[in-house]
């Protein structure tokens, strides 16, 4: 179940990118990267979720990530 899953993203992901990438040829490289990027950063967390659908969410990770600055914070 899991495969019909990442195969149905996979090809959501290629078809809006196939539709998205002629209308980019009037920007900016800087664009296109920013484009790609982003677009490959969405289809690897969708792929993580539907593998590891417990996996902690953003505010778990920010919530890590400045525990340790608390006491610079005033009360």
Not at 1 to 19: D, E, R
Not at 39 to 60: E, H, Q, R, S, V
Not at 62 to 73: C, D, M, Q, R, S
Request: hydrophobic share 55%; with cysteine; charged share 15%.
């Amino acid at each position: 179940m899991k495969i019909g899953s990442v195969v149905g993203i996979t090809v959501f992901v290629c078809l809006m990118a196939l539709f998205q990438w002629p209308k980019m040829d009037q920007h900016p490289k800087k664009d296109k990267i920013a484009f790609v990027t982003l677009t490959a950063i969405g289809w690897i967390l969708a792929l993580l979720l539907i593998y590891f659908p417990d996996m902690p969410g953003p505010n778990k990770m920010v919530g890590a990530i400045f525990k340790p600055l608390e006491w610079l914070i005033p009360k």
